[in-house]
């Protein structure tokens, strides 16, 4: 039993070894507004990315894609992955030891490593491997913490990572970054490993560690390991069992390096002194055939299938979910002190800048802008999370993927987080205290306390709304015009520019969902509403009130009930948003996993 097996508590059955073929496979990457792509190629039809792809790997071996750019690596990876659409798929079929590949659950028993990192920068590479055991190991609970620190210890060491140990992520080099990934995604054992350009942007010597890695792994563990890569050298070519050479998205190779080596002699090419066989086969691949290999393998244990969906198990209860996730987002939210003193700064800041201009400023025309301004400033300045829920959403598709909590408790976790961590909870009362005293509003301690609520708030509500947004959005650019399209239209209907009973009927449902209309009636009602604000003259007709503050809010269809129903409305923007925000993630991490 090896000391993954122990690590992992799976006792001391032999490991499952898996086999993955690929047989006659043709997968197309549709045109715009095509349904129904054909195999034809004719337009409308869509263009194939991979041409009746026979091929396979086999236990404990490591198996390289190859290819020049284009030649459908990335994509054969991702359908032996089970990530590909399977509905793209117009020909052939991907077995598993011999049977058609149930992709739900074969993803649960391998790791993926797509080419890109997705890691949390903050985290050090300890603690990311560490939230990873804590979130993939199935162990007691009694001894899941020494569990799962014995597992991250025992990584470290293979992957030559216990000098950055205490390292953050941002801080590691690139080589030191993969293994990070990639042990990322060993946490749990796999049988299976596949990898995307693990040697990509590394210089040599990390490229040759990395591949050295992962044929030891190979060959001691009996893992299945396959890797796509471009321009592999000498030394790592020698580590290879087992290379699938495609271009134009068909095999024009598979098999050791050796029968490459013969193929290319047969057929009367002298391969030119310091140029190794692989790269000079891409350079002549047109005179290559289309070859295959069928042998049997005896090494396989045969995988039970069924066509039936099975449900999804996982390692932690929902609980122990939200507690792992909402550890790692406070690590990773706390990890950034600068943020923080800089959000603290600006808040005085322009808390003290506004305070400046309106301060004198006691008619009733400069009291409504400065809320209005106030809370366009609130509910803007909020919008700089974005980004962050962006990366964040790249690290929950590809763990949710991989089956390793469920998209809930991932929500659950980032509320708790991000609405009331401690400094965010500072945050208000220090934009607020300058700019209120400042500016002359109502002298009562509680009403400054209502104040400050109202604009805490409203960052609540605007840090939901750009959280379901960015789970929406496909990318920065569409997320942030969202963002800013729908906060200017908020704007616009929320009543200061026009009163609600001049909206056209048809846009008065905007005036309802604005997320400025009903901080701003709270701010109003706060200010002029109770006995004293009612009594105050926002309008002198020489020698008598014209237009009290118990007028204005008769006048605008304000009532001091308003003070804690538009509370309660904000608060539901809140839920409601989050909850809208978990459905959009759930629907694309579902279709992902399907």
Known sequence: MTQETKAVGVGARRRPRYRLETRALSYVLPSRGSLFPQLTGRKGGGRLLLRGVTCEARAGELVAIVGPSGAGKTTLLSVLAGSADPARVVAGEVLVNGRRMDAARFRRVSGYVPQDDALFPALTVEETLLYSARLRLRLRSASSSSGCAARARELMADLGLRHVASSRVASVSGGERRRVSIGADLVHDP???????????????????????????????????????????????????????????????????????????????????????????MEAIDALLITTR????????????????????????????????????????????????????????????????????????????????????????????????????????????????????????????????????????????PVYWLAGLAPDPDRFAYFSLVIWLAMLTANSFVACLSALAPNYIVGNSLVAGLVGCFFLFSGYFVASKHIPRYWVFMHYISLFKYPFEALVVNQYGGARGARECLADGGGFCVLDGAGLLRQQGMREGMRWTNLGVMLGFVVGYRVLCFAFLWFRCHRMRR
């Open 191 to 281: 049988a299976v490993l596949l990898l995307d350009e693990p040697t990509s942007g590394l210089d040599s010597g990390s490229a040759l560690h990395i591949v050295k890695m992962l044929k030891d792994m190979a060959a001691n563990s009996g893992k299945t390991v396959v890797l796509t890569i471009h321009q592999p050298g000498f030394r790592i070519l020698e580590l290879l069992d087992r290379v699938v050479l495609l271009a134009d998205g068909a095999v024009r190779h598979h098999g050791p390096l050796a029968l490459l080596d013969a193929r290319l002699a047969a057929s009367g090419h002298a391969i030119p002194p310091h140029v190794n066989v692989l790269e000079y086969a």
């Open 294 to 433: 069928q042998d049997d393998s005896n090494d396989a244990t045969p995988v039970a299938t069924s066509s039936a969906r099975r449900a999804v198990s996982y390692a932690n209860p929902p609980s122990s979910e939200v507690r792992i996730l909402a550890s790692r987002f406070a690590k990773t939210v706390l990890r950034t002190p600068q943020l923080f003193a800089a959000r603290m700064a600006q808040s005085v800041l322009a808390g003290l800048f506004l305070g400046s201009v309106f301060a004198g400023a006691a008619d009733l025309q400069s009291r409504l802008g400065f809320f209005a301004f106030t809370l366009t400033y609130v509910l803007t300045s909020t919008t700089e999370a974005l980004p962050v829920f962006l990366h964040e959403r790249r690290v929950l598709d590809r763990e949710t993927s991989r089956g390793a909590y469920r998209v809930s408790s991932y929500v659950v976790a980032s509320a708790l987080v991000y609405l009331p961590i401690p400094p965010r909870r500072g945050d208000p009362p220090l934009r607020a205290a």
